[in-house]
Every structure is written in C-alpha cells, then in structure tokens.
C-alpha cells in the first residue's frame, strides 16, 4: 500500500528545510549515518537537454542526438511495470510557478506497484512514452537510476525493482541541495559519463547563463567570460538559454547511449 498521505504531507511541509537539513551531512559522523540511512546504493544521473549535440569523434554519419529519449525510452521500452506520480512532490511543496506540478516522476519495475494509488497510477507503455515527451517539452530535465529516497518515502521494495526518472526543474529540484551536501553523497548524483559542457570563443560575458538557471551554481563570469566548474552535471540548461550559442554539449562518441543505457540497467532489474 505504500506510505500513507499524511506521511507525504509531512514531507512537503518539511521540504523548505532541506538546505539546513543538506548541510547536516557535512557533520562528522552525523554525515556517516545519514549517508547509510538515505543514500545507500545511490546512482544517478542527470540526462542532457534534447537538442543537438556534437560528437567528438568524427563518424560517417551520425545525425542529432537526442540522448533524454533514448535512454529514457529503451527503459520504458523494456519494463514491465510504469507508474506515473500525479503530481512532483519538488514543486508542489514549493508551490512553483514556473512548471507543470502535476508532471510527476515516472517509476519502472515491480516495486513500484507498492506505492499508494491516491499518490500516482499505473500506466501502459504509450502513457509513460507520452508522459515523457510531455516532460521534456516542458523544459524539464530527467535524472534516472537508483534512488534509495524514493524507495523511502514511498515506503516500497525491493530498491533493485525500481528505476526512478525524475522530471526536474532548476527552481524546485530536491537536488539543488548539491552544493550544501558532503562530498561522499553529492558523488552520487552525476552528469552522464561521456557527456561534456563547453564553453566557446563566442562568448561575450554577458551573464544569460549566471542567475537562476543553474541549480549546482556550476557556471560563473570569471574575466568577463563564463566558466565551467566540475559541479556540472551536464543538464545542458546553459545551452539553451545563452544568446550567443557559446555553450555547447558534447558527447565522446556514439556509443555513450549504449554505455549509459549499460550503466543502468546494471542497477535495476526493471523486466
């Protein structure tokens, strides 16, 4: 049956508190614990903007790469089981303004038939491929892997049985707390390997990409010219937002689907 809807509306009212409570994980041995209890087994990753996307190594022919559909679709493609959230738990606590709050996470594999029907449905493969497509033409942006949390506060199991793939937004994600939590946990939230930021010769330091649009605070003006800082996880929101197509994704060749698609499915058993 999952966790009951009080215990949910516990968590959206304890939500704004998530930076104080991020920061807690930097104390010692406190940081230990939280880590075990909450983050045990994590693995995700951020899943670049749709868009085009150049490839470092030159290949015949390898057209535009929409790398969010193809990942996020051979896991539709191959579970057993889709369940769509009604609504994001992120911007519904943070009564967000910006984006669509009933564009809930969508959850592969069994365990996921544990979670709390007045919380979310189940859904055929065209729903979750749909429901997808909508998500990305809302400008949100998909983490995907194994998420200890989710299996938490939805209150089901086993975790290898369920694939999360968050819908997120820079203004209310969970993992704005990035840059307050410790080292050891924020490893575990990454950019898709393979998967580089870059800034070119085009930029002209006119700040576009600074405010509010990167929710690592991972870009920054250094000598009148945007940077990028290892805290990058590759979303790719920069790139879409700069006026002068300075910023650019690059993936290391055309198998970094492939590796990806391998990456997961090495943490959850969804068929």
């Known amino acids: 049956m999952g966790r009951p809807l009080w215990f949910v509306e ?3 009212k304890l939500f704004p508190s998530r930076f104080f409570l991020a920061k807690t994980t930097k104390v010692p041995l406190l940081g230990a ?3 075990h209890a909450l983050f045990e087994g994590d693995d995700l990753m951020y899943l670049p903007r749709t868009g085009r996307i150049e490839i470092h190594q030159p ?7 929409v790398i969010p559909k193809q990942v996020v679709d051979h896991f539709i493609e191959k579970a057993t089981v889709h369940w769509v959230m009604n609504t994001c738990i992120c911007r519904q606590a943070s009564d ?4 669509p709050i009933d564009l809930g996470c969508l959850f592969l594999g069994e365990a996921a038939l544990g979670i709390n029907p007045e919380l979310g449905h189940r859904v055929t493969k065209e729903e979750a491929f749909e429901h997808a497509q909508r998500c990305r033409e809302a400008g949100l942006v998909h983490l995907i892997g194994r998420n200890k949390l989710d299996t938490i506060w939805l209150g089901v199991e086993p975790s290898i049985k369920l694939l999360t793939i968050c819908n997120c937004c820079p203004c209310c994600c969970l993992w704005r707390v990035l840059p307050h939590v410790s080292d050891q946990i924020s490893s575990k939230i990454t950019r898709m390997p393979g998967v580089t930021v870059e800034v070119n010769d085009r930029c002209n330091g ?7 649009i990167c929710f690592v605070d991972a870009i920054h003006l250094v000598d009148g010219r945007a940077q990028m800082s290892d805290a990058c ?3 790719g929101r920069c790139v879409d937002v700069c006026p002068e197509g300075a910023i650019v994704i690059k993936i290391e ?4 689907v492939e590796r990806a698609i391998a990456h997961i499915t090495s943490l959850v058993d969804i068929s």
């Open 96 to 99: 967000c303004k910006d984006y």
């Open 253 to 256: 060749d055309a198998e970094t």
């Open 206 to 212: 006119c700040g576009s990409c600074v405010d509010g």
């Open 33 to 35: 614990l939280l880590d």
């Open 233 to 235: 996880r590759g979303c």
């Open 59 to 65: 290949i015949e022919s390898h057209g535009d790469y």
């Open 10 to 12: 516990l968590l959206r």
